[in-house]
Protein backbone atom coordinates (compact mmCIF):
# COMPACT_ATOMS: atom_id res chain seq x y z
CA UNK A 1 0.00 0.00 0.00
CA UNK A 2 1.35 3.64 -0.94
CA UNK A 3 1.61 5.59 2.29
CA UNK A 4 1.84 8.74 0.55
CA UNK A 5 -1.77 8.23 -0.49
CA UNK A 6 -2.77 8.18 3.17
CA UNK A 7 -3.39 10.98 5.63
CA UNK A 8 -0.56 11.74 7.76
CA UNK A 9 -0.10 9.64 11.06
CA UNK A 10 -0.69 11.51 13.91
CA UNK A 11 2.63 9.74 15.57
CA UNK A 12 4.70 11.56 13.24
CA UNK A 13 3.70 15.14 13.17
CA UNK A 14 4.22 17.52 16.27
CA UNK A 15 2.04 20.46 16.92
CA UNK A 16 4.50 24.02 16.59
CA UNK A 17 4.00 27.38 17.95
CA UNK A 18 6.03 29.39 15.54
CA UNK A 19 5.25 28.75 12.31
CA UNK A 20 7.29 29.66 9.44
CA UNK A 21 7.29 33.78 9.25
CA UNK A 22 5.34 33.74 5.59
CA UNK A 23 3.14 31.75 6.88
CA UNK A 24 2.12 33.97 9.44
CA UNK A 25 2.25 37.45 7.74
CA UNK A 26 -0.37 35.56 5.33
CA UNK A 27 -2.74 34.65 8.04
CA UNK A 28 -2.96 38.17 9.76
CA UNK A 29 -4.19 39.45 6.51
CA UNK A 30 -6.51 37.26 6.04
CA UNK A 31 -7.95 37.72 9.21
CA UNK A 32 -7.93 41.44 8.48
CA UNK A 33 -9.23 41.04 5.46
CA UNK A 34 -11.90 39.00 6.81
CA UNK A 35 -12.89 41.39 9.08
CA UNK A 36 -12.98 44.23 6.73
CA UNK A 37 -15.23 42.46 4.71
CA UNK A 38 -17.79 41.96 7.16
CA UNK A 39 -17.71 45.82 8.43
CA UNK A 40 -18.41 45.98 4.65
CA UNK A 41 -21.79 44.17 4.91
CA UNK A 42 -22.55 46.12 8.63
CA UNK A 43 -22.10 49.54 6.66
CA UNK A 44 -24.51 48.17 3.53
CA UNK A 45 -27.39 46.96 5.89
CA UNK A 46 -26.86 50.48 7.74
CA UNK A 47 -26.85 52.08 4.59
CA UNK A 48 -30.09 50.38 3.99
CA UNK A 49 -31.54 50.95 7.41
CA UNK A 50 -30.39 54.53 7.76
CA UNK A 51 -28.69 54.19 11.16
CA UNK A 52 -25.26 54.86 12.39
CA UNK A 53 -22.76 52.83 13.33
CA UNK A 54 -23.88 52.79 17.13
CA UNK A 55 -27.38 52.09 16.55
CA UNK A 56 -26.37 49.20 14.06
CA UNK A 57 -24.28 47.37 16.30
CA UNK A 58 -27.04 48.06 19.21
CA UNK A 59 -30.10 46.38 17.04
CA UNK A 60 -28.93 44.76 13.82
CA UNK A 61 -28.08 41.18 14.01
CA UNK A 62 -24.45 39.63 12.87
CA UNK A 63 -25.26 36.54 10.89
CA UNK A 64 -23.00 34.27 8.67
CA UNK A 65 -21.38 36.29 6.18
CA UNK A 66 -23.56 34.87 3.14
CA UNK A 67 -27.23 35.21 5.39
CA UNK A 68 -25.83 38.85 5.98
CA UNK A 69 -26.11 39.26 1.63
CA UNK A 70 -29.72 37.50 1.76
CA UNK A 71 -31.01 39.90 4.74
CA UNK A 72 -29.62 42.84 2.36
CA UNK A 73 -30.97 41.49 -0.35
CA UNK A 74 -33.90 41.34 1.26
CA UNK A 75 -34.17 45.07 2.91
CA UNK A 76 -33.08 46.11 -0.66
CA UNK A 77 -36.25 44.56 -2.12
CA UNK A 78 -37.96 46.97 0.48
CA UNK A 79 -36.82 49.96 -0.15
CA UNK A 80 -36.78 49.27 -3.96
CA UNK A 81 -33.32 48.89 -4.81
CA UNK A 82 -31.98 47.08 -7.84
CA UNK A 83 -28.23 46.47 -8.20
CA UNK A 84 -26.31 44.75 -11.41
CA UNK A 85 -24.08 42.45 -8.92
CA UNK A 86 -24.23 38.74 -8.88
CA UNK A 87 -25.15 38.84 -4.95
CA UNK A 88 -25.97 34.86 -5.29
CA UNK A 89 -22.05 34.18 -6.51
CA UNK A 90 -20.93 36.67 -3.26
CA UNK A 91 -23.12 34.10 -0.98
CA UNK A 92 -21.51 31.63 -2.33
CA UNK A 93 -18.05 32.56 -2.36
CA UNK A 94 -18.41 34.09 1.27
CA UNK A 95 -19.50 30.79 2.38
CA UNK A 96 -17.05 28.94 1.37
CA UNK A 97 -13.95 31.49 2.19
CA UNK A 98 -15.57 31.60 5.85
CA UNK A 99 -15.00 27.88 5.88
CA UNK A 100 -11.54 28.27 4.99
CA UNK A 101 -10.82 31.60 6.78
CA UNK A 102 -12.28 29.49 10.29
CA UNK A 103 -10.02 26.67 9.67
CA UNK A 104 -6.83 29.07 9.26
CA UNK A 105 -8.36 30.84 12.32
CA UNK A 106 -9.01 28.00 14.73
CA UNK A 107 -6.99 24.54 13.38
CA UNK A 108 -3.74 23.90 14.87
CA UNK A 109 -0.64 24.15 13.36
CA UNK A 110 1.70 20.83 13.06
CA UNK A 111 4.12 19.28 11.52
CA UNK A 112 5.25 16.25 9.94
CA UNK A 113 8.86 15.36 11.72
CA UNK A 114 9.38 12.93 8.91
CA UNK A 115 9.34 15.67 5.99
CA UNK A 116 9.54 18.76 7.59
CA UNK A 117 5.66 19.39 5.77
CA UNK A 118 3.38 22.16 7.53
CA UNK A 119 0.07 20.98 8.10
CA UNK A 120 -3.06 22.36 9.72
CA UNK A 121 -5.17 20.27 12.02
CA UNK A 122 -8.89 20.71 11.86
CA UNK A 123 -11.08 18.86 14.11
CA UNK A 124 -14.58 20.19 13.25
CA UNK A 125 -16.99 19.14 10.51
CA UNK A 126 -16.80 15.30 9.25
CA UNK A 127 -14.74 14.12 6.22
CA UNK A 128 -13.55 10.93 4.69
CA UNK A 129 -10.28 9.97 5.72
CA UNK A 130 -9.46 6.94 3.05
CA UNK A 131 -11.53 7.05 -0.58
CA UNK A 132 -12.63 3.62 0.48
CA UNK A 133 -13.72 4.47 4.82
CA UNK A 134 -16.67 6.17 5.92
CA UNK A 135 -17.26 9.80 6.89
CA UNK A 136 -16.03 9.98 10.14
CA UNK A 137 -15.74 12.90 12.82
CA UNK A 138 -13.21 15.32 12.96
CA UNK A 139 -13.21 15.58 16.38
CA UNK A 140 -12.19 11.69 16.33
CA UNK A 141 -9.78 11.82 13.69
CA UNK A 142 -8.87 14.93 12.46
CA UNK A 143 -7.80 16.27 9.38
CA UNK A 144 -4.61 17.50 8.44
CA UNK A 145 -4.27 19.66 5.56
CA UNK A 146 -1.22 20.77 3.77
CA UNK A 147 -0.65 24.28 4.27
CA UNK A 148 2.04 26.60 2.84
CA UNK A 149 1.76 30.76 2.17
CA UNK A 150 1.49 30.12 -1.53
CA UNK A 151 -2.22 28.22 -0.80
CA UNK A 152 -3.32 31.39 1.95
CA UNK A 153 -2.07 33.38 -0.44
CA UNK A 154 -5.24 32.59 -2.74
CA UNK A 155 -7.69 32.31 -0.04
CA UNK A 156 -6.79 36.13 0.61
CA UNK A 157 -6.95 36.90 -2.96
CA UNK A 158 -10.21 35.47 -2.46
CA UNK A 159 -11.23 37.73 -0.10
CA UNK A 160 -9.82 40.37 -1.77
CA UNK A 161 -12.39 39.86 -4.51
CA UNK A 162 -15.30 39.34 -2.89
CA UNK A 163 -14.34 42.99 -0.78
CA UNK A 164 -14.23 44.60 -4.20
CA UNK A 165 -17.48 43.51 -4.87
CA UNK A 166 -19.38 44.24 -1.83
CA UNK A 167 -17.81 47.85 -1.77
CA UNK A 168 -19.23 48.19 -5.21
CA UNK A 169 -22.37 47.01 -3.75
CA UNK A 170 -22.12 49.94 -1.04
CA UNK A 171 -21.60 52.69 -3.17
CA UNK A 172 -24.49 51.85 -5.23
CA UNK A 173 -26.78 51.83 -1.65
CA UNK A 174 -25.58 55.22 -0.72
CA UNK A 175 -25.96 56.50 -4.19
CA UNK A 176 -29.74 55.07 -4.21
CA UNK A 177 -30.30 56.34 -0.80
CA UNK A 178 -29.16 60.19 -1.77
CA UNK A 179 -31.94 59.97 -4.80
CA UNK A 180 -34.53 59.60 -2.30
CA UNK A 181 -34.34 63.26 -1.38
CA UNK A 182 -33.85 63.00 2.53
CA UNK A 183 -35.40 60.25 3.25
CA UNK A 184 -32.15 58.49 4.62
CA UNK A 185 -29.54 60.27 6.24
CA UNK A 186 -26.35 60.91 4.08
CA UNK A 187 -23.48 58.70 3.49
CA UNK A 188 -20.67 58.66 6.37
CA UNK A 189 -18.05 62.40 4.91
CA UNK A 190 -15.08 60.78 5.44
CA UNK A 191 -15.31 57.58 6.44
CA UNK A 192 -17.68 57.96 9.73
CA UNK A 193 -21.49 58.56 9.72
CA UNK A 194 -22.93 61.96 10.39
CA UNK A 195 -24.03 61.02 13.97
CA UNK A 196 -20.31 60.74 15.14
CA UNK A 197 -19.25 63.63 17.10
CA UNK A 198 -15.38 63.77 15.43
CA UNK A 199 -17.35 64.12 11.90
CA UNK A 200 -17.87 68.23 13.09
CA UNK A 201 -21.06 67.89 11.33
CA UNK A 202 -23.21 66.79 14.17
CA UNK A 203 -27.29 66.66 12.88
CA UNK A 204 -30.27 64.69 14.39
CA UNK A 205 -31.51 61.97 12.20
CA UNK A 206 -34.80 61.69 11.72
CA UNK A 207 -36.95 58.41 11.90
CA UNK A 208 -37.04 56.52 8.63
CA UNK A 209 -38.95 53.72 7.53
CA UNK A 210 -38.59 51.59 4.07
CA UNK A 211 -42.93 50.98 4.18
Not at 64 to 93: N, Y
Amino acid sequence: MNKEKQPEAGSYRRVILNPPDDVCGMVGRIMAHWSFQVWLLQQCTYTLLGVGDKQGRLAVRDPRPDEHVKMIQDLMKLAGFETKLKLSELMEDLRTLKGLRDNIAHGVWTQNMETGRLTLSIDSGIWVPHKKSEKVSRRVVPEARGIDAEGLESVRDGIEGTILITQKLLVSLEKQVLALNGKYPPPRPLGRRIDDPKSGTQQPQQPTSLS
